[in-house]
């Protein structure tokens, strides 16, 4: 693969795009990115790493950072997450309290905001420390040592948090939460505000491209395990709109309100694209511009 050429076809259609959407402002420090700002990365399989635009400025994970929280919890073999959280898509937007409340305090997946709070809440009960778990398995698979959180935007989303707090406490009034409910937030909103690049990040995707295989060749999780995670990014991994990615890019992603998305291609490579502007679902119009750029221009769809 010319990856060289992929990424100027990448760059060449993402570029109409860039500053479409809106910035995430109901996370005060998040609406003051400026919008236009795009990047693009692919890490292989084979150890080589690829971008352009501003690929290497850092931004906030948000949502992505569920992908690995799962990980780490599936990591411990620890099966019984699929007891407190679900596996399908939601069709509601990722902080509906409607769907929480008739479902009895099980989320639909874990890439929606109350999974990704169940999903934390288990990896505290595993680890005892949810954040330092999530930011050790990041910096390794980077090899950044540095990586670290915002503390701005972790203080942000915790001073602007109360439909998260409903969640988390609607759940625990249905037994659903393992640890005192500010806690686990607590984990939560610092594991959301964790910054990394696209190259960064592409790299730390990786460990799902190799089916679970980690930086230094050990084994984190099962293949089994890690295709089922991929599975889940291709229907739940874009919040309200994961129907349409799928249609559209053919590629398993997950996305994050800082701007980034993040697709798995198995065996072959992982693929980051960065825009701050979202559209209606908190997805970004550029990163998803440049996504199906990306599959047209390979052919890895997966249809």
């Known amino acids: 693969m010319d990856y060289d050429r992929v990424i100027e076809q990448v760059l060449t259609a993402a570029r109409p795009h860039v500053g ?20 693009f990365a692919v890490a292989t399989t084979d150890g080589e790493v690829y971008g352009g635009g501003d690929w290497e400025t850092r931004f906030s994970l948000q949502s ?14 620890d099966q019984s997450i699929w007891r407190r959280v679900h596996r399908e898509p939601s069709g509601t ?18 890439f929606i905001n109350p999974g990704a709070i169940v999903v934390t809440d288990q990896l505290l009960a595993d680890s005892g420390d949810a954040f330092a778990t999530l930011r050790e398995l990041l910096r ?34 249905f ?60 229907t739940c991994g874009t919040y309200d709109a994961a129907g349409e990615f799928a249609y559209r890019i053919g590629l398993p992603c997950k996305s994050g309100v800082g701007g ?3 697709a798995i291609i198995p065996n072959r490579c992982a693929a980051v694209a960065w825009g701050p502007g979202l559209d209606e679902h908190g997805n970004s119009v550029s990163a998803a511009a440049a996504m199906d750029a990306f599959g047209k221009a390979t052919d890895w769809t997966i249809f």
């Open 93 to 110: 937007p990722f902080n509906s309290l409607i769907q929480l409340e008739i479902e009895r305090g099980i989320p639909r997946n874990p």
């Open 64 to 77: 992505i950072s569920k992908v690995f929280t799962l990980a780490l919890v599936l990591g411990h073999d």
């Open 260 to 262: 980034g998305v993040l």
């Open 175 to 234: 037994g659903n939460m393992l640890n005192p409910v500010e806690e686990t937030l607590g984990h939560y909103f610092r594991q959301c505000s964790i910054v990394m690049s696209c190259k960064e990040l592409a790299l730390a995707g990786l460990l799902l491209a190799r089916h679970g295989i980690r930086a230094d060749g050990s084994r984190l999780l099962s293949e089994r395990d890690a295709r089922r995670i991929v599975a889940i990014m291709l």
């Open 20 to 39: 479409e959407g809106k910035v995430a402002d109901y996370i005060p420090d998040l609406g003051n990115v400026e919008p236009r700002q795009f990047g």
């Open 140 to 173: 390794a698979e980077t090899g950044n040592p540095d990586l670290h959180v915002d503390g701005v935007t972790a203080a942000s989303e915790a001073r602007t948090g109360n439909r998260n707090r409903a969640l988390a406490y609607l759940m625990a009034d």
